[in-house]
């Protein structure tokens, strides 16, 4: 038998012909085009029951309600909570993507100590026993050398069951140096107090409001309570009823059925310009001006002193000069405040942009004193003081603890210089850079907020922050602050973690929100409360006394035990019992009224001229030669621009005209363009006296001529590679300005020069 | 006879977004990433490769200070249904892979990215820019990997993207009837997620067959316009504006032509008809 | 070793006979029917255990197929009992049964999910509709999922290597003729025909697809 080559092909011939009577070729040609659409690598998401999950979103101060759907424990979206009284279901983008802050990389995973120098990024993680005593073995030596007042803690809020155990911390240890982050609302509490003598946040009743007047409010762009504003603005722009005062063409003004263009910071000298005509043509309201309230008239006090009134002041600003001040023609002027006082149930609100701009106190008590003429203090659709939380428990403290609260606070607030402001943060780094010897503030702890990042003139910060020789930071996200940290002691995600969320600054009602877990903690980080606790905890004393409750949770149920059933069935409670109330029974002042003529205010200088509201030209720093140009910030529902970052859902929202490549844009009117030689998309360096920043241009016809505008939130360099170097922050463009009379920072912007790089 | 009871059921799901109450805020944009899975990189200032289902555009009326105008164009897929609504939309009829395909129920343009092989005809053919393409694979880094629809199919590298009206709403509304009994879902059952998120209402949507439904009158209002209408693409999502140069940005007019004279967009639909 | 060149023709005696020309034909073509029959669906197909095994049947004498395989308020399907469902009858051992045993100690105290091997899982690109099919057309379980209801035991689970697919997807059969086995037969042409058949249309993409 012959074996050859022909019976080999005879075989895979046979071979062949079997195998296309077998599945294999069908089979494997659906195989493989079925596995050439098979990406193993690509995610897949677990399925299983939708479940909801209410909460309060305290990602700012807004406390919008947020309804979460989480699948298998884990959050996938968050939508706004229908029925909570703050935003009525209405979100904004940053709370709906803070799934992304949750599971980021920008998490603080576990309590961490610095093991490099000072920002650099050299961490060591450390177990939670470790990080107390550290912190707690720190505060402990201070307190021995009689030093617990040089103690500090910068919190982001001053209400609720967490900032109050920082506060209580603090007066149980002896320090009085517990500073909120500032904002507009400094001002506004400040003038609430000097003409109602009440302490409390401003609400403002937007919705009933008939007419508002806005002097710069960023409505649209995260002011007050984003989801709230937002809501709201269909029933703004359907009945026409909202002015907007600016010399931007920002998103509200877009919105507002009138853009008044005022020269920025010239707006007191408008809303004293529009009371000056209300008072003129008597349409202001006879019955409270009457009999509520003290100072519009000219006053004699009990030495026989005459005193200067509202009324007399109003007549140093009529429309002619204030027309030359503002930049706004007199008819415009008259017929604003005509229509102003006219209107039904007009109001007038300050806070330039999303309110992280801070102003002066005169623009606020201008503001006031227009409300005040209208008489729509505690009516619907008018301004409201909205009382603090004051359901805390009783504590004792020891000597060295009552020693230390006598101390000066390090930032000057509530001292013969400045009586009646709380908080004055921006004051801190001159304080510290300018003290002889060691620094004022020996341990710093940052329980909110993002001072670095949001304060004006970040390098003087960062100048003073090294000379504080420890530093803890409580945050959840490796933020400006806390990378420059010498401790971490991380926080929970907000929804990981409890809180109350009381009344936010704006909301006219009273309110207690209640952020609540709605996964499972991902890493190793605590409650501050509870970190609190602990610390107090190896302090012992009466410090340890202060603090009796086993944890967090705890303390938070028995302050609340009123409205936990509420809290914990609808996610909120409303104050049924609160009636802003009647004008006899409104005002705490020493005259009982309210006061035009704000008597606590005067205590300093004696003058009628610095007590009342007035328009003082706020000096920007800068040389008008060499810095031809002003630089404002605004502010964009878009970009963050608090403490905390820009997910990248957030930036992916932003236009090319305002960040592309990396590189930030600001606006300017083509005319200043051409006038600087400057077109579409060009580099430029801008300079400012507090530093310099390569932007890019974009001409924007609704920009007034001679501002250069700058988005504000932009420009990290901490948190992750996701969000760190994208543009360039504007605060650390700015200065602070000092307020002469309230020390708060005035400065709403800066001399720049813009030259094409 | 099954056929016919289907037609009888035929749905044209559309969008209106009224103009005059956008204020740009973006809720509509996080909302839709949120919801569909909608992939990012880490430097998504880079605006050439950034990905998105929903860009919100904002234009101006050119005039000097301070006679300026803005307006804010919020752009999702405009779910053509083509010259003589029979769903030949410019995507689908070039597709070569019929991966991406007229939804004859609801009147929805699907695209199925298993079936995609990223030829990306569509997004040649697409005049809207709706359309985007996956030049890697999607990373999601640290945890993010959890907070993933699981409604939603995640995307790989190679395939075309677009806004698909959130149609898995569709179909769990459709669920959700089946279970209850009902053959017809309420209008508020289905909404997109940026109609839902959006804070100011500005965004209507539903089926625009039902006289019953917001979007009905709507759409056939005065101020409702379409983009680029004189393609004949007949999309389904419909604006609202009470500015006349907004109507103008919203197509290439001539000289001297007036928005005003072109008949609204529900006549041309009925024409066609 | 041959020095003809190559166009000379093979002496005849040289040559294979036809005979032994077939006969290779003939292994070659056995030996592929054999290996394209019984050893490629072997060698394609991996074999698991579900993790233990369970007693439809049983169950289905005390209690109703929706008991377990429930839709959920919002109209989604919940497929395969979670622990905590099964923990509601058996917290403790209800019988003598060594899987239930098992059960208990594995997974109920150590409140670990029972990883069960799903036989008709589709890929996570297609949405199909429980609700569709069972509340909207009628249909009953057993039309695609056939007399699991019946079983006593639960049968091996195979999985495709190539695609990762379970086997019920293409089906048993590995030409797809005849009926299903075990009900299996889940490819996207099979939805279609069904559908051609029942509604007249093959149905549009996204009917199926997400």
Known sequence: ?????????????????????????????????????????????????????????????????????????????????????????????????????????????????????????????????????????????????????????????????????????????????????????????????????????????????????????????????AGQMLSASADFKQKNKLIQVEPRLSDTAALASQWVAAKPGTEAALAL??????????????????????????????????????????????????????????????????????????????????????????????????????????????????????????????????????????????????????????????????????????????????????????????????????????????DETAQYADILLPNHHFLERFEDVPTPAGTPTRVIGLTRPVVEPRHDTRHIGDTLINIAGSLGGFIENAFPWENYEAFL????????????????????????????????????????????????????????????????????????????????????????ANPPFMTKTVDTDVIKDGAVFVEINPQTAKKHGLSEGDAAVLKTPAGKARVRIHLFEGLMPGLVAMPAGLGHTAFSDYIAGKGANVNALLTDVTDPGSGLNAGWGIRASLVKA | MTKQAQHTKTKRYGMVIDLDRCTGCGACMVGCYAENNVPFRKDETDKMLSLNWLRVFKVDNGKPFPDTEVCYIPKPCMQCDGRHMEGHSPCVSVCPAVATDYDEPTGVVSQIYTRCFGCRYCMAACPYHARKFNWWDPVWPADMEKYLNPDVSVRMRGVVEKCSFCYHRYQKARDKAYVEGRDEIAENEYQPACAEACPTRAITFGDLHNPEHEVYELSRSKKAFRLLEKLNTNPKVYYLTSKSWVRRKADNYLEGESPADRKPAHKAETASH | MSTQSDNQPVPAENRASGWVIFVFFLIGLIASLISGWIAFPNLLYSTQQQPIDFNHKAHVAQMDCSSCHFFRDDGSFAGSPTLDECKSCHMYPMSNDPDEQKFIEEYVKKDKEVPWLIYAEQPPCVFFSHAAHVKGADMECRTCHGDIGQSTSLREYQENRLTGYSRDIWGYSMLRLGEAKHGGRHKMNDCAECHLKETGSKGDCFQCHK
């Open chain 1, 1 to 225: 038998m012959k074996i050859d080559r022909r019976c080999f092909l005879s075989l895979v011939i046979g071979g062949a012909v079997g195998t296309t009577l077998t599945p294999v070729p069908w089979k494997l040609t659906d195989d493989i085009a079925i596995w050439t659409q098979n990406w193993p690598w690509t995610p897949s998401p677990e399925k299983g029951p939708s479940v909801y999950k209410k909460s309060v979103c305290t990602l700012c101060n807004g406390g919008c309600g947020i309804n979460v759907r989480t699948v298998k424990g884990q959050a996938k979206k968050i939508e706004g909570q229908a029925d909570y009284p703050v935003n009525r279901g209405s979100l904004c983008p940053m709370g709906i993507s803070a799934t992304q802050h949750l599971y980021g990389p920008s998490r603080i995973q576990s309590p961490m100590k610095r093991t490099g120098e000072r920002g650099q990024g050299k961490w060591e993680k450390i177990s939670w026993a470790e990080a107390i005593s550290t912190v707690s073995e720190k505060l402990a030596e201070l307190r021995s050398r009689k030093k617990p007042h040089t103690v500090a803690c910068i919190a982001e809020s001053d209400r609720g069951t967490v900032p109050y155990l920082l506060q209580r911390f603090l007066t149980a240890y002896g320090s009085p140096n517990f500073i909120r982050t500032p904002s507009s609302f400094d001002a506004q509490e400040q003038a609430l107090y000097l003409t109602q003598g009440r302490h409390g946040t401003i609400g403002y009743d937007l919705e009933n409001a008939g007419f508002i007047l806005s002097f710069g409010s960023a409505l649209m762009d995260a002011w007050g309570t």
């Open chain 1, 273 to 478: 310009g529009l009371a000056h005509v209300i008072v003129r043509d008597n349409l202001y309201n006879k019955e409270f001006v009457d009999n509520y309230a003290f100072g519009f008239e000219d006053w004699e006090d009990e030495n026989g002193t005459v005193h200067q009134g509202c009324k007399s002041l109003l007549k140093q600003y009529p429309p002619k000069k204030v027309a030359g001040i503002t930049g706004i023609d007199k008819g415009t002027i008259e017929s604003l405040a005509r229509k102003f006082a006219r209107a039904k149930r007009p109001v007038a609100i300050c806070g330039r942009g999303s309110g992280m701009v801070p102003g002066g106190l005169d623009e606020a008590l201008a503001v006031f004193a227009l409300n005040a003429l209208v008489g729509n203090i505690n009516q619907p659709g008018g301004v409201t003081a909205i009382p603090e939380p004051d359901y805390w428990p009783e504590m004792q403290r020891d000597k060295t603890a009552s020693n230390g609260m006598q101390q000066p606070r390090v930032d000057g607030a509530e001292s013969d210089r400045f009586p009646n402001t709380r908080y004055l943060l921006n004051r801190v780094p001159e304080a510290i850079n300018s003290a002889k010897g060691e620094s004022p503030i020996q341990a710093l702890l940052v329980a909110g907020g993002n001072p670095l990042y949001t304060m004006a003139d970040t390098e003087t910060a960062k100048k003073a922050f090294d000379k504080i020789p420890f530093i803890a930071s409580f945050s959840t996200y490796m």
């Open chain 1, 557 to 644: 149920k028995q302050t609340l035990t009123k409205q936990w059933d509420s809290l914990e069935k609808q996610g909120y409670w409303v104050d049924p019992e609160f009636m802003p109330p009647a004008w006899e029974k409104a005002f705490q002042t020493p005259s009982g009224k309210y006061e035009f003529y704000p008597s606590q205010r005067s205590k300093a200088s004696g003058k009628d001229a610095d007590a009342l509201p007035g328009f003082r030209q706020v000096e920007l720093p800068g040389d008008p030669e060499k810095m031809p140009l002003t630089l404002m910030p605004y502010a964009s529902a878009r970009i963050a621009g608090g403490a905390v």
